[in-house]
């Protein structure tokens, strides 16, 4: 008996979209991928590649439909802001992505802050959004409180500063924010809210909600938390899908969250399809949200794809479907990922190339190629990003060492934080937690 392989299509470059990729493949998919940059990784993995301008979604559409393709995901948040989930749709392909409505949770702070406050969702916080100076001005002079100053759109984790972290000063906030009111129109200014963050995703078909394991993701550039904010520089996830530093009834706030999120777009008419990442802050009254997103976090999704069990094909299905089942297995294992970079990432990064023994890989360690092109062994860094390493063992502290015994397969100039994942960091957070 012939088997009928069920075309995806992959649209997305990076780690994650590398993660992806294996998932799809590993549970006999058939992989099209469409990217910016020639990921070595996700061409071995492809029946079918093409290379071009991610947000052409046009060109997208057109080859999607030349390849018959039965089932796309579509993976970078900027795509996400595009017409190419209705368009796709539209010409009767399914899609596990959310539209370019649903993906406004992500796309715009001011929808999904509005969201939570009409829908009466906890975990929202104090927020005013001002598109006048002075108002602004004079919002964040006249109260002692700190503030988390964002722009409303997309900013690739980079555009937040934070009273107290990045920003030194209530004058340096009010600079921030009229900065971001010149280059964009207005400026969102929350109250800023302290605690410990974590990072849960969930698949969703529009009605129901599957939740992975919690993960904690670590963006300023250098250790003990220090230097500028970047997309992300590595993550951490424990063996039973919680972490010992997030309190379980946090998490299961988390939960309740998305899933009243969820529940108040389908109630608006702009159902959820996809991937829902929540960024929560542990506080001491509850669950905070952070931020939304419409797409796995980048790293936090490559550690939970590293752990998933099931078939990642099905898991696509019931979500464009709206059969997804609401719980998936994942290995009662630990993960740490530590992301490799340029020299200077978060200020001035210097590429240049690597070579990498893809040889090393093995139960306990994968490779992920990010925003890279060239071959598996040879590798040619871009201004972001390069390759992230994951260690995958009993506890945190150990998946860390796999990450550290492996890098003599990794032969170039580059930065990482080596601290994260380690016994002496873990110990400290969770003395700052205590």
């Not at 009767?92 to 939570?116: C, D, F, H, W």
């Not at 919680?242 to 998490?251: E, F, G, M, R, W």
């Not at 890989?361 to 390069?386: L, P, T």
């Amino acid at each position: 008996m012939v088997k009928i392989m069920i075309k995806v299509l992959l649209v997305g470059g990076g780690g994650r979209e590398d993660a992806i990729a294996r998932s799809i493949t590993r549970s006999g998919g058939e992989l099209y991928s469409f990217m910016k940059n020639e990921n070595p990784s996700i061409i071995r993995n492809s029946r079918d590649y093409r290379i071009g301008d991610e947000l052409d979604h046009s060109t997208i559409l057109n080859y999607a439909l030349e390849k018959n393709i039965d089932i796309a995901f579509v993976s970078p948040d900027p795509v996400l802001d595009t017409p190419l989930v209705d368009s796709l749709t539209a010409k009767g392909i399914a899609v596990a992505s959310p539209n370019q409505s649903a993906a406004r949770i992500e796309t715009s702070k001011e929808y999904m802050r509005n969201l939570l406050l009409e829908h009466n969702i906890p975990g929202n916080i104090d927020y005013r959004i001002f598109k006048d100076y002075e108002e602004m001005a004079c919002y964040v002079r006249k109260s002692d409180d700190e503030y988390a100053i964002k722009p409303i759109g997309l900013t690739g984790g980079k555009g937040v500063r934070v009273m107290g972290e990045q920003i030194g000063s209530r004058d340096e906030a009010i600079s921030y924010g009229d900065e971001v009111i010149k280059r964009n129109g207005e400026v969102l200014v929350e109250k800023k809210v302290t605690g410990e963050e974590f990072s849960l995703q969930v698949y969703s078909d529009g009605a129901h909600i599957s939740p992975m394991p919690i993960v904690q993701d670590y963006k300023r550039a250098f250790e003990g938390d220090k230097g500028p904010n970047t997309g992300g520089m590595g993550s951490i996830s424990d063996h039973d899908g919680l972490l010992p530093i997030v309190k379980k009834a946090a998490v299961e706030q988390a939960k309740g969250i998305l899933q009243k999120v969820v529940d108040a777009m389908r109630e608006d008419g702009n159902p959820f399809r996809g991937v829902m990442y929540g960024q929560f802050m542990q506080a001491p009254d509850g669950a905070k949200i952070i931020e939304i997103n419409s797409r796995f976090g980048d790293p936090e999704g490559m550690n939970v794809l590293t752990l998933l069990e099931d078939d990642f094909t099905e898991v696509l299905f019931g979500i464009a479907g709206g059969n997804l089942k609401t719980s998936h297995n994942y290995m009662k294992k630990a993960t740490v990922l530590k992301y490799i970079v340029p020299d200077g990432y978060g200020i001035s990064p210097m590429p240049g190339e690597l070579e990498v023994d893809p040889e090393s890989e093995n139960d306990a360690f994968r490779i992920y190629y990010s925003a890279v092109s060239g071959s598996m062994q040879k590798v040619k860094m871009s201004s972001s990003r390069s390759l992230a390493l994951i260690g995958i063992a009993d506890s945190i502290p150990e998946a860390s060492d796999i990450v550290e015994s492996k890098l003599g397969s990794i032969h170039g100039k580059y930065s990482m934080r080596h601290d994260i994942g380690t016994r002496e960091f873990l110990k400290k957070k969770m003395e700052k937690v205590s």
